[in-house]
């Protein structure tokens, strides 16, 4: 069955802290991303990564990085999160360039 | 031209009714349109897609309908259920591009 594991369903972290969101993919996809989900915003895309060490940015990436040392693995970084940055977080991948599979997200709050 | 513009925002429909949902799209590139349903709490989860060389494609009580021309696409979910509530996202790519995401209809089907 297919999987993309997200490390934390809820975050809580502080106004200027660092902030690591890990997303795991067991199917041996070429292709990550990572999107926000917000009311009525729908889901934006941040960055996306078609290979390994490859990153793209997506429509919303200021204040964010990301990291794809490994196939499996795709990382997102807050380098100093904000209060505008509470949000659900999704991470999702694709064998091709059409059907995505999503994690569960990450619900993240930043005080 | 890269936007998918969706409605209604939200919708609430009678237990046994036809839930429709629509959306429109600018660039004639996009030759692939997902559907995605997503629960509380759960990511995004693929429902049913279609290309555009075919006017219709049913899966089970949800149905796509695609007019070319009019650039536009819609669910529809006949027999609704309230077990059909939920989040709904239309989607559009190229296979270029990552997956272009409407702002989403949140679904509510009363008994």
């Known amino acids: 069955d297919v999987k993309v594991t997200q490390s934390s369903r809820y975050l809580v972290k502080r ?3 660092k902030v690591f969101l890990e997303c795991v993919q067991d199917m041996d996809h070429e292709n990550m991303f990572w999107y926000r ?3 009525g915003l729908g889901l934006r895309l941040i960055y996306f990564s078609y ?4 990153k793209e940015k997506g429509d919303i990436p200021e204040g964010y990085s990301v990291s794809r040392e490994k196939k499996e693995r795709f990382s997102l970084i807050l380098e100093s999160a904000s209060t505008n940055q509470t949000s659900m977080y999704l991470c999702a991948s694709t064998l091709g360039r059409y059907e995505q599979y999503f994690g569960p997200g990450t619900r993240l709050t930043v005080t | 031209q890269q936007q998918v513009k969706q409605s209604p925002q939200s919708l609430i429909v009678q237990k046994g009714g036809i839930s429709i949902i629509n959306c429109a799209y600018e660039n004639t ?3 692939y349109f997902p559907w995605y349903q997503q629960f ?3 990511g995004p989860a693929l429902l049913i897609a279609i290309r555009p060389d075919v006017s219709e494609k049913k899966e089970g009580r949800f149905t ?3 007019n070319k ?3 536009q696409f819609s669910l529809h979910i006949m027999d ?6 939920a989040t709904y996202f239309c989607a559009a790519t190229s296979g270029n591009t990552p997956l272009v995401f409407g702002k989403g209809t949140r679904l509510s089907v009363i008994a």
């Not at chain 1, 290979?51 to 490859?54: A, G, I, L, P, S």
């Not at chain 2, 609704?80 to 509530?85: F, K, M, T, V, Y």
């Open chain 2, 29 to 31: 590139a996009f030759d």
């Open chain 2, 69 to 71: 021309s009019a650039k």
């Open chain 1, 51 to 54: 290979d390994v060490k490859m």
């Open chain 1, 15 to 17: 106004t200027g802290e």
């Open chain 2, 80 to 85: 609704s259920q309230p077990g059909d509530s």
């Open chain 2, 40 to 42: 509380p709490g759960k």
């Open chain 1, 37 to 39: 989900q917000d009311p």
């Open chain 2, 64 to 66: 796509i309908s695609f």
